[in-house]
């Protein structure tokens, strides 16, 4: 496993790769991500930008740029077989649009699971790559996100200025 660090527009941003798959994206340096975030540690965890991570960083630049809506990167989260499928419809959310945590469980067949997919959301080790932002409490609530409330809105606005200026 190979892992990168940069300081971008959203602050430090630490990602991290296994046999050229994205498998996490930690806001902060890989040390505060894993005492924060569990992050599976390895003595093969090594500090390597390589081909993927220079793609990731590249198309995250892209994106928090506002010139990239979706991400072309081999991503493989690691959950259970219900995260996966919450992950699967996180990934259907169109840039700069937001879904419901109800909307989630109905499009993945279990309108009543919406604490399920909201537990499934917080899981989600890849957030931006697989926009867990773009999901919100049915009253607007912004909830909770790996990054803070203030990034969460930041994300959100950011596509939503850019959907602006494309339509104007």
């Known amino acids: ?9 959203i602050g430090n ?22 005492k924060t975030k569990q992050v599976q540690y390895n003595k093969f965890l090594k500090e390597r930008l390589t081909e993927t991570l220079d793609s990731a960083f ?4 892209e994106y928090l740029n ?16 219900f995260q996966q499928k919450v992950w699967s419809a996180l990934l259907t959310i169109p840039y700069g649009e937001t879904r419901s945590y109800k909307d989630i469980a109905v499009k993945i067949g279990d309108e009543k699971a919406c604490r399920a997919v909201g537990m499934a959301n917080n899981k989600n ?20 996100y790996a ?22």
């Open 13 to 34: 941003v630490t990602i991290v790769e296994d046999r050229g798959f994205i498998v996490s994206l930690i806001f902060g340096d890989i040390n505060y991500g894993i």
């Open 58 to 61: 590249e198309q995250l630049e």
């Open 66 to 81: 506002g010139e990239r809506k979706e991400f072309t990167l081999p991503l493989n989260p690691k959950g259970t077989q």
């Open 1 to 9: 496993m190979n892992y990168y660090t940069k300081q971008t527009e």
């Open 147 to 168: 990054g803070g409330a203030e990034l969460k809105t930041k994300l959100l606005d950011l596509e939503q200025n850019v959907t602006k200026n494309i339509n104007c």
């Open 125 to 144: 080790k890849i957030p931006v790559f697989i926009p867990c932002h773009r999901v919100i409490g049915s009253n607007g609530d912004l909830s909770g």
